[in-house]
């Protein structure tokens, strides 16, 4: 029903930039929520990020200041821009929606995931 697809990983040196996108598509009525996660080995999966279609977010404390998320409702689409990257910041980032569609409402859909790795 509904399909994510993430771009934007890759290896970058601590102290880099990376941006992290996630399109959404199928057979989506409205999306609530958009966001992003992640899981560094050893680690469950955390919440990076997520944001309402009213624009506000979220962010989990290590991100804060670092990191900004943002969302185009027209075009399915959120994203992850990631500044001072930090070798702790190494992780599968996997893309979150939480949408409405045809058949049914408030259903969560996770992309396949998008390697981010920072090297010190």
């Known amino acids: 029903q509904v399909q994510l697809v993430e771009s934007g990983g890759g290896l970058v040196q601590a102290g880099g930039s990376l941006r992290l996108s996630c399109v959404a598509s199928g057979s989506i009525r409205s999306i609530n929520a958009m966001g992003w996660y992640r899981q560094a080995p050893g680690k469950q999966r955390e919440l990076v990020a997520d944001i309402f279609s009213g624009g506000s977010a979220n962010y989990a404390d290590s991100v804060k200041g670092r990191f900004t998320i943002s969302r185009d409702n027209a075009k399915n689409t959120v994203n992850l821009q990631m500044n001072s990257l930090k070798p702790e910041d190494t992780a599968v980032y996997y893309c979150?929606?939480?949408?409405?569609?045809?058949?049914?409402?408030?259903?969560?859909?996770w992309g396949k995931g998008t390697l981010v790795t920072v090297s010190s």
């Open positions: 979150h929606v939480n949408a409405v569609t045809m058949h049914a409402y408030g259903m969560n859909y």
